[in-house]
């Protein structure tokens, strides 16, 4: 297994701290780190613009991939226009099951 630090780029975080995942070497691809990371992270894969090797290199293909080496840090680059997104409390109308004809009817 290779060991990767990976944390989401923000920083508005005070406390913004890796985690640490685990990639078969058998599978090093972009597109397998892509999926782990955001698995791990709890980040829809289609929110992420790039993924950066710490301090400055964008990853973009495999070969890229297969030279990192255990412990290396990464950053997700989100899309999201509004960086808190994944970080606030959904509203009641944002939760699932919210029934916006229920809350209006009256009595």
């Known amino acids: 297994e290779l060991v990767l630090k990976v944390r989401i780029q923000n920083p508005s975080l005070k406390e913004n701290d890796f985690i640490e995942i685990e990639l078969d070497r058998q599978q090093l691809t972009y597109k397998e780190l892509l999926r782990v990371s955001c ?55 944002e939760r699932s099951g919210y029934n916006k004809k229920a809350s209006e009817l009256t009595y």
């Open 39 to 93: 698995r791990e992270l709890g980040v829809n894969p289609e929110h992420v613009q790039k993924i950066r090797k710490l301090p400055n290199t964008m990853l973009r293909k495999d070969k890229d991939v297969a030279r990192l080496q255990d412990f290396q840090e990464l950053e997700l680059v989100l899309t999201v226009s509004d960086k808190n997104f994944l970080f606030r409390v959904p509203t009641l109308s």
